[in-house]
């Protein structure tokens, strides 16, 4: 009798660290997080636009620094399935009338991203 305990502890153990390599089998969606961004959206974006017509653009974004009023942050991240996510974060530094002074993108968006 205790050997078939210990035979069905075994194989319901085995069945349960088995079920971690299917993991794949279950769908996740695709989350987009924060400012959806496109690389042609921000090749639109100038030197010496207003802030408006950066907000008409990109949408609000994600952070204004209280501590450094002229630059806003916009952050997009895609976790496309079961791969790592991506993050994207765009840079607009505006000078003292409030136009577009800098554009930084730390690394260029590609569709598959």
Request: aromatic fraction near 10%; charged fraction near 25%.
């Amino acid at each position: 009798m205790k050997k078939k305990s210990l035979l069905a502890i075994a194989l319901l153990a085995l069945s349960v660290t088995g079920c971690s390599t299917v993991k794949k089998v279950v769908y996740r969606i695709d989350v987009p997080q924060g400012n959806y961004l496109e690389q042609d959206q921000i090749d639109q974006v100038k030197v010496g636009m207003t802030r408006e017509q950066v907000q008409y653009l990109l949408g609000t974004p994600v952070l204004k620094d209280m501590f450094e009023q002229n630059r806003w942050d916009y952050v997009f991240i895609k976790r496309i399935g079961y791969e790592n996510p991506v993050q994207h974060t765009l840079f607009i530094y505006f000078d003292k009338k409030g136009l577009v002074s800098d554009i930084q993108l730390d690394k260029p968006i590609t569709p598959a991203n």
